[in-house]
């Protein structure tokens, strides 16, 4: 029955209700929303007691969206059935992996126009990582989100760096080494935290530990779903390198650092579900960061650490080469082709959005951003997907004074004192008070 449902859901996409057929890679996908739909309803008492599912939108850049288990679709939904719903994602201004309120509810989207899936399973265990933030954001009141403006401030410190790799050997010990080692890499994992709050301060490592409290059960629920559902060797050997051996690779610096602490909050996770029973509400009742629910359940003694110069020595010159990589990825931001335009604001406008995982910090007030950047102000609006894009901003990130991008020189256009721009990856629509022909582009200041 299911399997007719969805190929009446296709014919009706292709045939039917749009002039333009689906493209193959839509049909896929499609066809497997309403089997992860009903598996993510059962699998949820298994992960996570208590956790429901909302609404979950998929889609295409430029291309269809679908919508699954909304209460309220919005008016220009075409229904195909079993509470599937198309859209554009135009239509909705979907960008990248997240949640996003879709008329008056939280929805967890994903896009799956992407090249790098090793299946269509680790496409969907993505997506139920998304409805497991949506769930806590909905009824999780004592969660702690990471704040990305201090990411992006995170010290750059090869004593730091050193430290870290050890403290995350340590924790992957404890989930995959001897038992009888568990009680000493534990202590161990502890020390290195408290040597480096020593170094980095308080409000790093709370940052740190607000990425795990969030991520970590997230990414635990994603790791869950690919364990259950991704049974080839491909898959198999993905789980292994994304969910464990990607947190021991060496990494230094602010790179990769949020993708990291995923990882170490998943692992608290995993090793309270081997030994805490029901252990899921009662970190959430708790109100606790992860990792100080995680010592309560295993009690750590502060050691001395064994000799790390080696970690220190890689360090040293690791760290340096990334500090020195921020200066040249902004010479070669500078360098694009077509013409350059930086728009000043004269007010701050509300930020609308962006990505934590690809935002790089070139100093204290310069943020490049290389895959999602959306800023607004009433009827104005800036969204840059896929493209790099300069934020000058007072403070904290989400103060925006100027930004700076590249477009060719045919997408710019004037008129009615209104600046607008639209590429494929740029849509710019903003009043502007002066503009100023520049040797390489544009100056203007806006609304």
Sequence with gaps: MRLLVCFAILL????????QPLQPIDSVYVSQLLAFSAKAKRFTNQVWPGMSIGPACIFRQNGPAFLINHPRPPVNATYLGDSIYRLEQADLALAGTAQTDINGYLTAHHHYDQSFFISHNQFYAELFHELHHVYQRNHIKTIQFDNPAILLTYPEDHRNDALKQYENECLLAMVQGPAEQFTTNLNRFFSCRMARKNIIGEKYLNYEKSVESAEGPATYCEYKYMQAFGLSLAEKQYIDKRFFYTLIEPSYGREG?????????????LLLSRTVKNWQSAYYQSGLSLNDYFFTKFIPKQISLPDLATYQARATYFTAL????????????????GVKVTLLFKRVPDFRGFDPMHAESMNDSLT????????GKSNNHLTIVDQPVLSLTRDQIWFVKQVTFFVPASAVSFNNNTFTCQTQQVAVSWQYLMHEKTRDGYILMVE
Excluded: I, P
């Design 368 to 375: 490049l951003h290389s895959t999602l950047f959306k800023v």
């Design 322 to 337: 990334v500090k020195e990589k921020h200066t040249q990825h902004l010479a070669a931001f500078h360098q694009q082709d």
């Design 12 to 19: 009706y996409c292709g045939q039917t209700a749009f002039t």
């Design 257 to 269: 650092l949020r993708n990291k602490h995923l990882l170490t909050g998943m692992l608290q996770c």
